[in-house]
């Protein structure tokens, strides 16, 4: 009876959702002439072969040169993904923009996260059987959202086939439905058509796929569609692209307070501290655009120490193992475990990463993961899996930040969502959180479209971000890698300094193609000709040249900057990070000229960061059953 009832509440929801379809239009603006040519542009520009972002000086004595007299037309504050796509928005309306980030671009939740980009089909589920249009709202504006990242972000970003596991002929009825109905809100944008496959059939695809689960054996399993991408390389893609856009980005400076006019009161600018030098300087802006994540409270209280806080924070929890217990192009995704959470295991460069928690936590510079959560995790996917689930398997642990977002000006509690909120709550001070990663470019598009009525600003023309592919994304294409295979070598110094050519294989080759996309040639070239082709760690593709690519070109101006965020090491392997510390060190610090003492302090910085991963060699086993692995 209960079943008969939630199927037909499904069939009336099919209907609902169909006429809602015809209500929400998908928004897909057409340029206009003016639009167009300053696109054509601003592409040029992001695409020239010569192109490089403007130094780190160039850009600190930019910020410096806006006066009271001549302020920017903006100044973002935090380099998340919401903030280097604001700055790229605002910069490609031809607005004089700054972008400061106290850490370093991504440094926070946008390099913490599941690394899928998608529309929300547990959204879509609340949709239904509370016949909730505005959860609808945000599933239809997500997955419109989720096709444009892919498009504009290609060599970061593709479509991954996600297999939900079916043990009884409900649930192949029940997921089937419901996917069909996520394809159907997909329309125009859907990524590939979900489908059935057989008990056989799964097992083919998912070896490790358990045949039998809580008492019953499995039925089939539902295969849909969503986007994955590498996040903190597609936010650093798009602070770069923001710079030479024309934005003056800054990491690793901090606003320490904001300017005010003396008369209205007016947020005018802020003072600014670049955490390298230790040396403070003030900017003029216009607005400020505060994108701080999960620390949006805490730069809101810089101008107004009694503002109410708006981040309610919520920490996910995800771990990596071993490629073998996914295969390579299909993930798992577990709608309800027994407690009602999500579960997921999904292949990601060579390892596979599962999750997720979600649990209420206090914001923290460097949250870590709880080993309960880590445990949490291990247990849940062991009930879906016919592979030994070990704790020792564990290569790295991180806990992520999620900003839930409250309205300051809304009534009650119920208002915290997963949807975003642009608000003005202090005059010149515009706060924009919320959302999520498949929604960086549209929150962005809100937040400068409220900037412009704030400041009075005179923007050149319309938004131009729907289309405009980030730094190495026009013209990449998925055989790009077979041109550095076949037309450079690795160089690589022994130990006593002698020189040994080798070859650039397949795995090197598909790694910085898709990590550079047409960029990729210039870390090829200085493998190449600098003698910097040997990989940093063994088992994993990162070479060697990478690391003073980044420093030259993507301001990666740490070691930590480096294994977390440029490269993806310390994410991937903890360990295996650690190890290529010390040569990851001195190629940087040949780069920026440090010294023994800055080299030491280095050292000592990233290894007190590889901590915060809990991988199975750096685990605090309290509970009397495991011992130091």
């Known amino acids: 009876m209960a079943t008969a009832t939630r199927l037909k509440g499904f069939g009336a929801a099919v209907i609902a959702?169909?006429?809602?379809?015809?209500?929400?239009?998908?928004?897909?603006?057409?340029?206009?002439?003016?639009?167009?040519?300053?696109?054509?542009?601003?592409?040029?520009?992001?695409?020239?072969?010569?192109a490089v972002v403007p130094s780190r000086e160039v850009q600190e004595s930019a910020l410096m040169g806006a006066s009271s007299a001549n302020p920017l037309d903006v100044l973002v504050v935090g380099g998340g993904a919401t903030g280097c796509g604001v700055a790229l928005d605002a910069a490609s309306r031809g607005l004089r923009v700054g972008l400061v980030e106290r850490e370093d671009f991504s440094s926070g939740t946008s390099s913490r996260s599941t690394k899928l980009i998608h529309g929300g089909v547990r959204y879509l589920e609340k949709a239904v059987f509370n016949f909730d249009y505005?959860?609808?709202?945000?599933?239809?504006h997500a997955l419109e959202e989720r096709k444009q990242v892919i498009e504009n972000a290609p060599h970061l970003c593709h479509a991954l086939p996600c297999m939900t596991p079916c043990f009884d002929w409900f649930e192949v009825v029940y997921y089937w439905i419901g996917l069909k109905l996520y394809d159907l809100v997909a329309a125009k944008r859907l990524l590939h058509l979900s489908r059935y496959y057989s008990a056989q059939e799964s097992i083919e695809l998912f070896p490790t796929l358990a045949r039998k689960g809580k008492d019953k054996s499995l039925k089939g399993t539902v295969v849909y569609y969503d986007g994955q991408m590498n996040d903190s390389r597609l936010n650093v893609g798009l602070a770069c692209t923001a710079a030479l856009a024309g934005a003056a980005v800054l990491n690793h400076a901090e606003v320490v307070a904001f300017l005010k006019d003396d008369v209205t009161e007016r947020i005018i600018g802020a003072r600014i501290r670049n955490n390298l030098s230790g040396k403070e300087f003030d900017t003029y802006a216009k607005v400020v655009v505060n994108a701080a994540g999960p620390f949006c409270d805490s730069v809101r209280k810089l101008a107004n120490k009694d503002a109410q806080p708006m981040i309610s924070p919520s920490s996910g929890v995800h771990i990596v193992l071993p490629d073998y217990y996914s295969p390579e192009g299909m993930g798992l995704i577990v709608p309800k475990t027994k407690d009602g959470r999500v579960v997921f295991m999904l292949p990601w460069l060579g390892r596979t990463i599962a999750g997720t928690t979600d649990s209420s936590t206090t914001i923290t510079m460097l949250p870590e993961p709880h080993e309960d959560e880590i445990q949490f995790i291990l247990d849940a996917i062991c009930d879906y899996l016919n592979v030994k689930v070990r704790r020792a398997d564990v290569l790295s642990a991180w806990s992520g930040i999620r900003p839930l977002a409250m309205d300051p000006s809304a009534k009650n509690t119920e208002s915290i969502s997963r949807d975003h909120v642009v608000s003005e709550d202090y005059p010149g001070l515009l706060t924009v959180t919320g959302g999520k990663w498949t929604t960086y470019r549209s929150m962005a598009e809100d937040a400068v479209d409220a900037a412009i009525k704030s400041g009075k600003l005179s923007p050149t023309n319309g938004c131009l971000t729907n289309h405009l592919q980030i730094v190495g994304g026009d013209g990449w294409d998925p055989a790009s890698f077979t041109v550095l295979a076949q037309q450079y070598v690795r160089m690589k110094k022994t130990q006593n300094g002698k020189v040994v050519p080798g070859i650039m294989d397949s795995a090197a080759a598909k790694h910085l193609s898709q990590a550079y996309g047409t960029l990729a040639e210039r870390v090829a070239t200085i493998a190449q000709n600098e003698n910097l082709g040997k990989r940093l760690a063994h088992g994993y593709p990162f070479l060697e040249a990478e690391v003073a690519y980044c420093a030259r070109y993507e301001y990666c101006e740490s070691a930590v900057d480096f294994i977390a965020r440029r490269s993806r090491l310390a994410f991937l392997d903890t360990d295996a990070a650690g190890r290529a510390l010390p040569r990851v060190i001195q190629i940087l610090g040949a780069e920026h000229k440090w010294d023994k003492s800055r080299q030491k302090q280095e050292l000592q910085k990233a290894r007190e960061f590889l901590v915060a991963f809990k991988s199975s060699k750096n685990a605090q086993f309290h509970d009397g059953k495991h011992t130091g692995l």
């Open 17 to 50: 959702v169909a006429g809602a379809y015809g209500a929400l239009s998908l928004r897909d603006p057409v340029l206009s002439e003016n639009d167009r040519g300053h696109f054509h542009s601003i592409r040029k520009k992001i695409n020239d072969v010569n």
């Open 134 to 140: 505005g959860q609808l709202k945000l599933v239809f």
